[in-house]
């Protein structure tokens, strides 16, 4: 669905801002042309000019997210916020990149240190214009009596805890299911792609382990959290505030995030141009995660999304070449145990002797304290996570974060720049992480799939548990960009991703390790579905498919509930009636949508756990559980359901069915005809600073009623305390390759960080409604739908 752009008369009749500032550092004259949706427009005459802008803009737009952003990942929150925040200091710097600073930035692009430097001196230069005018301070460092901070080229790039890289917490929690049952317990939690019987280290007790020693990791991984009491939190308990993270939501967090993208070739589109679409899934917020800008200078004309605090874009196009990703699912952690000295904790048994741990002593500022000092531990491998003196035990992970290349998304300096397929391939040997799938299309009508990213290479174990640290588990190296796999121009006319398991069928694992661990498939397998049939696609056909709610699981569930017998309870009879009628489309106005809904999540779910895992502390670590495990443990049922395992597992089926028809009658009413799907699933854009204070209250975008799931190519994952929809698509964009003015987007709950923006929260209905605005390119276009425009000089311009 796409939203009528207004005709030119209808733009006049609305108000036009400009104004004209001064930039420190700018070299040449530039401009700021933001749409009536916010997309700003950056032209620059030179490419230094054009990323000092875009730091400059992304501080206009994004000031308090981009400076919380780096606050946290620098671990210097307690100096604005106080004690309550010091352990997640402490934690973040466990893992900022602490190596050879030149080597860093040459790892993404020739002129990468050169771009951060004038993005982050755009940055700064905001910040400067804050200062000399505190008006325009945004909301939130009024509310908490903080002040930005001014940026180095470093900070960019040292930060890598935001990035998403696996698998550290999966391992630690197959450790403890294993060592209290077995895989098929296991597996309820994560399927395993190809199946494969982890390989657990001798002479390691996994039962040793427990979630305890994940506290310092989920931490330094975390958003930023604030309430009052942590505010207000005393010196003497900052290591009560190192738990503020719920294991459970971060378990989910990391099952729900993903993305889709596909790319369709020209034979099989209407227009015979390619079509690329992409649409990244992560947790909802205000402000969105991403933020879509053009960058235009001469030799470089490029449009997309990418996360504020980074420089360029990491999905788009360039006028050429047209290109997104997905997450890949490359294992790159590990979990190691150690052996510590009797006598001296802080060593380790490496070899045939002990080392000792690498030891900094960093100072952190603390709000209303004296600088406290606090030592952080290496081991050879990584940061130390958790110590046990009396079991004489430590833990560490090893992560491709440590090393040179590897912050998030940087590695996009060079991929938006290539304009040819050869071009492309060769940026990709740069990228780090995340793990990604990437797909790509041009003008010449190429199209192409391929892996990017770090893959560490394990020659005598998978990665799937933790392993002992002494020496006898250690990485090879890294699979040779060379070696991944690619579809180019592939006979079936498109290639896609949606983070399912998606490498070659012939592809040799134990070999050229990538990883075990996936999402389900339903998403990949509807879009292709979707792809394959039917006549010639156009973008209609991918903002459709971006917005589709078919689900797949409930197409299999439903085959199972409808073959029950007919029972003797009135509502059971009119549970099935209801699905009989149903196409399996989670549709916001569907009763049929919301009574499965609540069978799966509220009914299903936690029954099969109940049968199926007799010890009930273990439950907990299994949930949100595994799509493609329950389905096949529904659908083949074995002696774990009774002597007659189709006649149990029937049996549970229709006591699930009634008992959620029950449960909808209690949410909805009596009448089916009353309830829908969105009555209950909501979209919520929650800030980070909701519940301080009414003001701050006034700065959560929603609800909005909204359909699908975490299994639709729609993804709308949610919470099953409330429904409430908190991972999925913010940011989506249709590209028309070779008539680019076509192409759209949306991103919400809109383009702007600021509170008292009209760019804030104005893209939310449209998105909760699954509609599109223009992602304009030409100036020609911009132009027409111009509605600011901030000219930009040097400083000592006359």
């Known amino acids: 669905m796409t939203d009528t752009a207004p005709s030119p008369a209808t733009l006049q009749g609305e108000t036009f801002q400009g104004e004209t500032l001064r930039l420190a550092g700018l070299r040449q004259p530039a401009s700021i042309q933001v749409d009536r949706w916010g997309i700003p427009h950056l032209r620059a005459e030179n490419e230094h000019d054009l990323f000092l802008v875009q730091g400059f803009n992304a501080a206009r737009d994004r000031l308090w997210q981009i400076d919380l952003w780096r606050k946290r990942g620098l671990g210097l929150l307690a100096a604005d916020f106080g004690p309550g925040y010091l352990a997640q200091d402490r934690a973040a710097r466990l893992f900022l990149y602490r190596g050879d600073m030149q080597a860093e930035f040459d790892a993404y692009a020739p002129d990468a240190r050169a771009i951060c430097e004038a993005f982050v001196a755009g940055i700064n230069a905001y910040v400067a214009l804050v200062e000399a005018e505190p008006a325009r301070l945004p909301a939130e460092f009024r509310a908490l009596g903080t002040r930005p901070a001014r ?20 391992e630690v929690l197959r450790a403890i299911i294993l060592s209290r049952a077995d895989l098929a317990t296991d597996l309820l939690r994560k399927n395993l792609e190809p199946m494969t019987e982890p390989v657990r280290a001798e002479g390691l007790d996994l039962s040793a382990l427990g979630t305890e020693v994940l506290a310092q990791f989920k931490l330094a991984t975390a958003g930023v959290t604030f309430s009052a009491a942590r505010l207000a939190a005393p010196l003497e308990e900052w290591r009560r505030w190192g738990s503020v993270t719920d294991l459970g939501e971060v378990v989910q967090g990391a099952e729900m995030e993903g993305s889709n993208n596909w790319a369709i070739h020209g034979s099989r589109t209407e227009s015979g141009r390619p079509i690329l679409a992409s649409d990244p899934h992560r947790a909802h917020a205000a402000p969105s995660l991403r933020y879509i800008v053009h960058l235009d200078s001469p030799g470089f004309n490029a449009i997309g999304a990418g996360e504020p605090a980074v420089p360029g874009i990491s999905i788009g196009h360039n006028g050429t070449a047209a290109f997104a990703l997905t997450i890949h699912g490359a294992d ?5 145990v150690y052996e510590t000295a009797e006598e001296d904790a802080d060593s380790y048994r490496y070899g045939d002797g002990f080392e000792p741990m690498r030891r900094i002593t960093e100072r952190f500022a603390v709000k209303g304290h004296e600088d406290q000092e606090l030592v952080l531990r290496f081991t050879r491998h990584g940061p130390v996570i958790a110590r046990d003196g009396a079991a004489r035990r430590a833990v560490a992970i090893r992560s491709v974060w440590a090393m040179p290349g590897a912050a998030p998304y940087l590695g996009s300096l060079s991929a938006m720049r290539a304009r040819s397929l050869e071009e ?35 020659p005598n174990w998978d990665g799937l548990l933790p392993v002992p640290g002494d020496g006898r ?7 040779d960009p060379a070696e991944h796999p690619w579809r180019i121009d592939p006979p079936a006319g498109f290639v896609h991703s949606a983070n399912e398991q998606n490498l070659p069928p012939d592809w040799p694992h134990a070999e050229k390790t990538y990883g075990y661990e996936w999402n389900d498939g339903a998403r990949a397998t509807r879009i292709a579905e979707a792809l394959t049939r039917g006549p010639l696609l156009t973008l209609a056909d991918s903002t459709a498919l971006q917005t589709d709610v078919e689900s797949l699981p409930a197409r299999r ?8 017998p007919r029972g003797a309870a009135p509502e059971f009879w009119a549970a099935q009636t209801l699905l009989e009628e149903w196409d399996h489309r989670l549709e916001a106005d569907s ?6 809904e609540v069978f799966l999540s509220k009914h299903l779910k936690p029954r099969l756990l109940a049968l199926l895992v007799p010890e009930a502390t273990l439950r907990p670590l299994l949930v949100p559980q595994d799509m493609e495990s329950l389905l096949r443990v529904v659908e083949q049922p074995d002696a774990r359901f009774g002597a007659d395992p189709v006649a149990g597992r029937d049996a549970l089926l229709a006591e699930c069915l009634l008992a959620a028809f029950r449960d909808c009658v209690e949410r909805m009413g009596l009448c089916p005809t009353e309830w829908n799907w969105g009555r209950l699933h909501h979209g919520y854009f929650a800030h980070a600073l909701q519940g301080l204070s009414p003001e701050t209250a006034a700065m959560d975008v929603g609800p909005f009623p909204l359909g699908g799931s975490a299994q639709t190519p729609m993804h709308t994952g949610y919470r099953p305390s409330d429904f409430r929809c908190n991972h999925g698509a913010s940011v989506r964009l249709v590209m028309d390759v070779g008539a680019w003015d076509n192409s759209l987007c949306i991103n919400a709950p809109g383009q702007s960080g600021d509170p008292a923006s009209p760019h804030y929260a104005d893209l939310a209905p449209h998105w909760a409604r699954g509609a599109y605005v223009p992602l304009l390119y030409s100036r020609e276009a911009v132009a027409a739908m111009e509605m600011q425009r901030i000219t930009l000089l040097p400083e000592d311009a006359s």
């Open 332 to 336: 790159q952690e590990d979990v190691y």
């Open 151 to 170: 940026w180095a080229a470093e900070d960019v790039v040292r930060i890598r805890s935001h990035s998403l890289t696996r698998n550290a917490m999966s």
């Open 424 to 458: 492309f391939r060769q940026a990709l040997r740069r990228w780090g992480t995340p793990s990604v799938n990437k797909v790509y299309a041009d003008v010449t009508g190429t199209i192409a799939w391929t892996p990017a990213g770090y893959a560490p290479q394990r």
């Open 557 to 564: 569930l439903c085959a199972l509930l409808l073959a029950l």
């Open 473 to 479: 588990y250690e990485w090879s190296g890294l699979l």
């Open 591 to 596: 009763a049929a949508a919301a009574l499965f």
